[in-house]
């Protein structure tokens, strides 16, 4: 790699580490609200919703595609998430 391309990767390597701190007040702020929700749910059962699994899914597709991203990275990422946090949920469900 020449010595520019480096100062080049290192210049957006430090960008992305802006935008993983930003990603990671914000999964903050998504725990608290999931932590809430967990509240309301009544039954384990309620833990996961598949019809609104979907429906996130095809919103998150339909925003990728206008906001010209690979969908695939999107579905991958809220897919993971989205299974993430029911098994954080599955773990932390109490019984009421």
């Known amino acids: 790699m020449s010595p520019n391309n480096k100062i080049k990767l290192k210049y957006l390597r430090k960008k992305l580490d802006i935008i ?3 990603l990671i007040k914000i ?3 998504r725990t608290e609200i999931i932590k809430k929700v967990l509240l309301v749910k009544n039954h384990k059962k309620d833990i996961v ?3 609104r699994i979907n429906l996130i899914l095809k919103r998150i597709k339909k925003i990728s595609i206008k906001n010209r991203i690979d ?3 999107t579905q991958r990422i809220w897919k ?3 299974w993430t946090y029911i098994d954080f949920e599955r773990r932390n469900f ?3």
Do not use: G, S
């Open 20 to 22: 993983d701190n930003q």
């Open 27 to 29: 999964i903050k702020k």
């Open 49 to 51: 919703d598949k019809k």
């Open 71 to 73: 969908p695939k990275i």
């Open 80 to 82: 993971n998430m989205i």
């Open 94 to 96: 109490k019984k009421k």
